[in-house]
């Protein structure tokens, strides 16, 4: 299943702690199609996941991964990283064994 590392935990939590959204809001991965068949993912803020959605939970950040890319990233780790302009990038990596 996919992990988070404390600093995506982070990034997500200050994502989804906005006014307007409800309190059990996070992040939902789901694919993006891709290029020449690769597999590329989307990322959104959700208030829900939807019916068939794996949800992980790490440190109060709740990620809603879409049972189709639920497989692909069963072995990974979402790290993030946050520019000095307050822009967060996700990235995927393998997890550490």
Do not use: C, W, Y
């Amino acid at each position: 299943m996919l992990t988070l590392t404390h600093d995506a935990a982070t990034a997500i939590h200050a994502l989804t702690t906005q006014p307007d959204l409800p309190e059990r809001s996070g992040i939902r991965i789901a694919s993006a199609g891709g290029d020449n068949g690769a597999l590329s993912f989307a990322v959104s803020v959700a208030s829900d996941p939807q019916p068939e959605d794996e949800i992980v939970e790490t440190e109060g950040a709740r990620v809603f991964v879409d049972s189709q890319v639920a497989p692909a990233l069963a072995d990974k780790s979402l790290d993030a990283e946050v520019d000095a302009e307050g822009q967060v990038r996700f990235q995927l990596a393998a997890q550490m064994p």
